[in-house]
């Protein structure tokens, strides 16, 4: 769906997206997708710079972008909780091409977020501190997803984490790594289970906390219709995070399967009045809970593309953001993705 750009001068930092080449796993005969997961993935099997630049310069005014992990580009060989520092030194590279100018203005990947396995406790800061040595100063945190549920059908090929995450002691010993060295944590998990994050943030005061997609609501598997009926419980939750300083809130993620919403994979695509008209109870609960200060936009792209293009994604945000002061909507939209991930754009 093509649709003119809203508010085209509006400056936008991006701070959720993945790169990934997963053409290899698309190969040979496939059976059918058995989880909307799996059909987005064939739907965008390759998502690198040139797939990145084509999005973010379509007509937004996208400034910045921040890279969030997703397993690519691991490294090979020797130690495995060191393999995902393969995928920093991967990113850095693809900062680096855009740092020099020559694909334009915007500065993609300014900054990185990438994994460590924090089960491995006090091991783990061994581990921050090779990423932190090839990140080019663009390191800014790690993401290790809770996400997990009593219903496979919930995650589908995700749905291999175990329950209880961030209330684990190893978990937290390699947590507590992390404000020392200056780094923020971004926090994967279900609405169901957004009472461990609480505990956790309770605990860890001293760092910054980021809720991913809103908390992820769940409309799928066992809780097919139901989004509304838990829908008191996930503004709860979401009030008891915002009643922690340390935590911040990402506006995005409704795309994806899990909430199960109508516009997901829908033919024909929705337009951003529609995605905005689902979402809208959501962001507009996060913004009030949390301030537009402490909330910023995410595309989550390419992931987020089975609902709609980049351009109507931030269509739909700006529809949302409609009626906010010019300061509000600076946070939104720039300016709470750079002092959380401390960017100099």
Not at 28 to 37: A, C, D, Y
Not at 89 to 108: D, H, I, K, L
Not at 196 to 225: E, K, N, S
Request: charged residues 20%; negative net charge.
């Amino acid at each position: 769906m093509t649709e003119d750009i809203l508010e085209p001068d509006l400056p936008i930092i991006d701070p959720h997206h993945h790169l990934w080449d997963r053409r290899a796993a698309m190969t040979g005969e496939l059976p059918p997708p058995k989880h909307g997961f799996e059909a987005m993935l064939r739907m965008v099997p390759l998502y690198l710079f040139p797939e990145l630049l084509a999005d973010t310069t379509g007509g937004h005014n996208v400034i910045g972008t921040v890279y969030m992990e997703c397993g690519a580009m691991y490294g090979q060989g020797g130690d495995a909780a060191f393999r995902p520092v393969g995928e920093t030194e991967f990113v850095n590279g693809v900062a680096a091409m855009a740092a020099s100018g020559t694909y334009g203005p915007s500065r993609a990947c300014a900054g990185i977020v990438g994994h460590v396995d924090l089960t491995l406790g006090a091991a783990a800061k061994a581990v921050l501190d090779a990423h932190l040595a090839a990140g080019g100063g663009r390191f800014r945190g790690i993401r290790h997803a809770a996400a997990s549920d009593p219903d496979p059908a919930v995650l589908g090929p995700l749905a291999h984490r175990p329950p209880g995450l961030y209330l684990d002691k190893a978990f937290r010993e390699g947590f507590a790594q992390l404000a020392p060295l200056g780094l923020s944590f971004d926090a994967w998990l279900l609405e169901p289970q957004l009472g461990d994050l609480i505990d956790l943030a309770r605990a860890f005061p001293d760092t910054t906390i980021v809720v991913d997609h809103v908390g992820t609501p769940l409309g799928i598997g066992a809780y097919a219709g139901r989004r509304s009926e838990r829908f008191g419980v996930w503004r709860d939750n979401m009030a008891a995070l915002a009643a922690l300083p340390n935590v911040n809130v990402k506006l995005g993620g409704l795309a994806m399967v899990f909430p199960g919403f109508d516009s997901y994979m829908s033919e024909p695509p929705a337009s951003s009045a529609t995605l905005a008209d689902e979402w809208r109870p959501y962001v507009a609960a996060c913004i009030e809970a949390f301030g537009p200060r402490r909330c910023m936009f995410e595309s989550n792209f390419p992931v987020d593309r089975a609902s709609c293009t980049y351009n109507v994604l931030w269509n739909a945000f700006k529809i949302l953001s409609h009626g906010y002061s010019a300061e509000d909507k600076t946070a939104l939209f720039s300016d709470t993705a750079r002092r959380v991930y401390r960017l100099d754009i």
